[in-house]
T-cell receptor, first 112, second 114 residues
């Protein structure tokens, strides 16, 4: 079975802090994704990566950056956290872009 | 532009009753279609997917979905709902070629009453 793990289930940070969310997949998938999920808005794509060191902006990239130095690891970075970034963050991976995406358990981030 | 509409934000059904969750999509190319389920506080789990072939797709946990190209729909069904089916359900669409990601609907929350 594909396994996607996220570094934290719950995280509390202060406004202005730099925040790292990490995601690791064990299936040698080419593609990895970061979404945020908010009530009534569904899943919104922040960034995705289709290869090591490659990234593309999704629908809501503002205030976020990403890093993919190794194929199995995809990091989401909040350079200066703000309260409007309080959300559930979901990581996913897939073999190809339109193939089944496998999700991690999510990180619920609260920014105070 | 690609989009997915799940017109029902919240549905309540009695345990043992049948269920249908609606999904309509807008996509210019041949679509790949997915249904995911999310239990509270968890990530998304794939229920079923349609890539090609038979338009009636069977999934896990007794769910099925039917692709109707003429109606641009991919509705999810279950003949008899169990209390453990209470969760949020997401429909998603991707392209057979050319795209690098999926587009998700806003979800339908299912409540099951005893």
């Amino acid at each position: 079975d594909v396994k996607v793990t996220q570094s934290s289930r719950y995280l509390v940070k202060r406004t202005g802090e730099k925040v790292f969310l990490e995601c690791v997949q064990d299936m040698d998938h080419e593609n990895m994704f970061w979404y945020r999920q908010d009530p009534g808005l569904g899943l919104r794509l922040i960034y995705f990566s289709y290869d090591v060191k490659m990234k593309e902006k999704g629908d809501i990239p503002e205030g976020y950056s990403v890093s993919r130095e190794k194929k199995e690891r995809f990091s989401l970075i909040l350079e200066s956290a703000s309260t409007n970034q309080t959300s559930m963050y979901l990581c996913a991976s897939s073999r190809t872009g339109s193939d089944t995406q496998y999700f991690g358990p999510g990180t619920r981030l609260t920014v105070l | 532009a690609q989009s997915v509409t799940q017109p029902d934000i919240h549905i309540t059904v009695s345990e043992g009753a049948s269920l249908e969750l609606r999904c309509n999509y807008s996509y210019g190319a041949t679509p790949y279609l997915f249904w995911y389920v999310q239990s509270p506080g968890q990530g998304l789990q794939l229920l079923l997917k349609y890539f090609s072939g038979d338009t009636l797709v069977q999934g896990i946990k007794g769910f099925e979905a039917e692709f109707k190209r003429s109606q641009s729909s991919f509705n999810l069904r279950k003949p008899s709902v169990h209390w453990s089916d209470a969760a949020e359900y997401f429909c998603a669409v991707g392209a057979a070629t050319g795209a690098n990601n999926l587009f998700f609907g806003t979800g339908t929350r299912l409540t099951v009453i005893p």
